[in-house]
Nanobody, 116 residues
Framework: VQLQASGGGLVQAGGSLRLSCAAS????????MGWFRQAPGKEREFVGR????????SYTDSVKGRFTISRDNARNTVYLQMNSLKPEDTAVYYC??????????WGQGTLVTVSS
């Protein structure tokens, strides 16, 4: 499975960005797709995930109500819509594919910078 993330960039606080993650290869081995982020000097953290079949989602508390994950099964693509962005959302964002309980597949990361 290969994951290709895109859509990062520079945005002012309060603005919006949409990240995309396109999956290719043995995508039938993926149970869920998730987004993680890593800010400078910090550990990678879970942002949210979407179950591939059911579409159910979950999010970390800090992004609830601001971020939305959706999927397009036909395109094998997952999106992370980020609204009301804050400077503390600045990070490299990674998409990942989960098989069972393991986040086995990772994209290359895309940088999101939120200016104050």
């Amino acid at each position: 499975v290969q994951l290709q993330a895109s859509g990062g960039g520079l945005v002012q606080a309060g603005g919006s960005l949409r990240l995309s993650c396109a999956a290719s290869g043995r995508t039938d081995s993926i149970d869920a797709m998730g987004w993680f982020r890593q800010a400078p000097g910090k550990e990678r953290e879970f942002v949210g995930r979407i179950n591939w079949s059911s579409g159910s989602t979950s999010y970390t508390d800090s992004v609830k109500g601001r971020f939305t994950i959706s999927r397009d099964n036909a395109r094998n693509t997952v999106y992370l819509q980020m609204n009301s962005l804050k400077p503390e959302d600045t990070a490299v964002y990674y998409c990942a594919g989960r098989y069972g309980t393991i986040w086995r597949y990772w994209g290359q990361g895309t940088l999101v910078t939120v200016s104050s």
